[in-house]
């Protein structure tokens, strides 16, 4: 992939994201982490699941309320729905949603920074290895 990638683009994976790195910081004045960490801060979940999916639902709105009466976070929330819709292949089911937000509270993932760093660990292993391909 990294060739391939390489012979489309002219530059390494690695290259383009650094590429787009400071693109953004030249825009916004912030890097990915902080752009992205200030977006769902700045966001309620209701106006994240509607950025993403269009409308938002009864069930989607007890689902955040759930989420909530756990103690958890909307900028957790906001990573939670973001992890979901990424890594899930069957959806926002809210049912399923609801027990990885009890997972993450049971497992002290109640902060932003937390919880971006369980994503990225999650990604990293479920990422094949060079030298499996």
């Not at 069930?59 to 976070?73: F, M, N, P, R």
């Not at 906001?78 to 609801?98: E, Q, R, T």
């Not at 937000?101 to 292993?125: C, D, M, S």
Request: without cysteine.
């Amino acid at each position: 992939p990294e060739e391939r990638f390489q012979e489309i683009h002219g530059m390494t994976i690695e290259e383009w994201h650094a590429k787009l790195e400071v693109k953004l910081k030249d825009e916004t004045g912030m890097t990915s982490d902080e752009w992205y960490v200030n977006k769902v801060t700045a966001t309620t979940p209701f106006d994240f699941i509607h950025e993403r999916y269009g409308t938002v639902t009864e069930d989607d709105k007890k689902l955040v309320k759930d989420l909530q009466s756990l103690g958890i976070s909307d900028g957790v929330i906001n990573i939670l729905f973001d992890y979901v819709a990424i890594f899930s292949k069957v959806g926002m089911v809210h049912p399923l949603v609801k027990e990885m937000g009890e997972n993450w509270h049971k497992g002290n993932i109640l902060t932003v920074e937390k919880a971006i760093n369980f994503v990225r660990e999650e990604r990293n292993n479920t990422e094949p290895s060079m030298k499996d391909l």
